[in-house]
Nanobody, 114 residues
Framework: QVQLVESGGGVVQPGGSLRLTCAASERSFNIYRMAWYRQAPGKQREHVASISSSGSPTIADSVQGRFTISRDNAKNTVYLQMNSLKPEDTAVYYC????????WGQGTQVTVSS
């Protein structure tokens, strides 16, 4: 069974940066589109960014110009670089395969606060 493990979250001041990592436990990682999602307290989970198997990114309007997504197929890993963070980016961040969902991991908490 595929496992997704997110890490890299933390507490950061507005304007700061974080890099999130999602490690997947599967050999066929490279064939899947991967995505980052986030869920803020009291809100539904939302798509943040996704990346095709060949590395083509799609970024949500709300984070366009601030977040970038990348992947390293050799390491079965996808990254989310978050810059110019805002308080409204505070959420638990998750990764998954948008076209072949697996069980959600534990996520990684990102808190943006002064």
């Amino acid at each position: 069974q595929v496992q997704l493990v997110e890490s890299g979250g933390g507490v950061v001041q507005p304007g700061g940066s974080l890099r999130l990592t999602c490690a997947a436990s599967e050999r066929s990682f490279n064939i899947y589109r991967m995505a980052w999602y986030r869920q803020a307290p009291g809100k539904q989970r939302e798509h943040v960014a996704s990346i095709s198997s060949s590395g083509s990114p799609t970024i949500a309007d709300s984070v366009q110009g601030r977040f970038t997504i990348s992947r390293d197929n050799a390491k079965n890993t996808v990254y989310l670089q978050m810059n110019s963070l805002k308080p409204e980016d505070t959420a638990v961040y998750y990764c998954n395969r948008p076209k072949a969902m697996v069980s959600w991991g534990q996520g990684t908490q990102v808190t943006v606060s002064s």
